[in-house]
């Protein structure tokens, strides 16, 4: 196959994916919905609290936003990539994932390009965010607006790859909204998208390490030190790390001779 047929399929799926985002216009206003009632309503009371003890990296920033904004940015990356597994569950039900499995296209080819049209998708998401946060009084450097961008790409690949792992397990799209509640929410209150993690350890050594573990941590992490021009070489391991396991166990899960499908047919 030649490189233009490549890019003809990814185009082709990136499509599909944009189209669907457009069409579905509640979709878009959810995404945003549920970061500004944080930041308009809950960050308020953030401000003083957080505002009184300020630690590095963060002694130049005293404000709440600098804790609370990249948490809200990695929500939306989080509902995005669930809901982006969601559409996977509802593809193999009405066949469509079958038929784009058996392309002579190979099947992480196909998976990845999902995965990244989604993340485009939650990335727009993400900065019509911020642009309604900036009248919110939520300005962080100009140039922080292109260093996020690397993290935001990084950190919904492996939210979005973490996504299609669980989808791969789901087999009726009902049961995947009580899935989608309970990963989603453990994950994002036991992180640090609210809450620095040193103030965690003052309230509850357990909680800590759950929060110092938990991978929606380190993409919260990586997003707010990019937003702030800075870079956590730490939180860029956990969150690669995690993206390359997340990914390759989706792979693996969707393959017709080991996974999901080879499940199906026994179980038939």
Known sequence: MTPRMWLTAF??????ETLRFVNQRGRFLAALVRPLVWLFIFAAGFRAVLGLSIT???QTYVLYEVYVTPGL?????????????????????????????????PRWFLLASKLVAGVLVSIIQVYT?????????????????????????????????MGLFISSAIRQLENFAGVMNF???????????????W????????????????????????IR??????????????VSGCLILFFAAA??????????WARRKGGA
């Not at 309604?132 to 790409?153: C, E, K, N």
């Not at 103030?199 to 990586?222: G, K, T, W, Y």
């Not at 792979?251 to 999901?260: C, R, S, T």
């Open 11 to 16: 185009l082709g799926i990136a499509r599909r």
């Open 73 to 105: 940015c990695a929500m939306i990356q989080l509902f995005n990539g669930m809901q982006s597994s969601l559409s996977m569950v509802y593809d193999r039900e009405t066949g469509a994932m079958r038929t784009l499995l058996v392309s002579p296209f």
């Open 183 to 197: 990963v989603i929410f453990p994950m994002f209150f036991a992180s640090t998208a609210l809450y620095p993690l």
């Open 56 to 58: 590095p990296p963060y």
């Open 129 to 161: 965010f911020l642009a309604i946060a900036w009248f919110w009084d939520v300005r962080p450097p100009m140039g922080g607006y292109l260093t996020l961008l690397p993290a935001l790409f990084l950190s919904g690949l492996m939210l979005g790859a």
């Open 251 to 260: 792979v693996f899960m969707y393959d017709p001779a080991k996974g999901l």
């Open 199 to 222: 103030r965690m350890r003052e309230s509850s050594v357990l909680l800590h390490q759950i929060c110092a573990i938990n991978p929606f941590s380190h993409a919260v992490e990586l």
């Open 225 to 238: 030190f990019a937003l702030y021009q800075r870079f956590d070489p730490l939180s860029f391991c956990v």
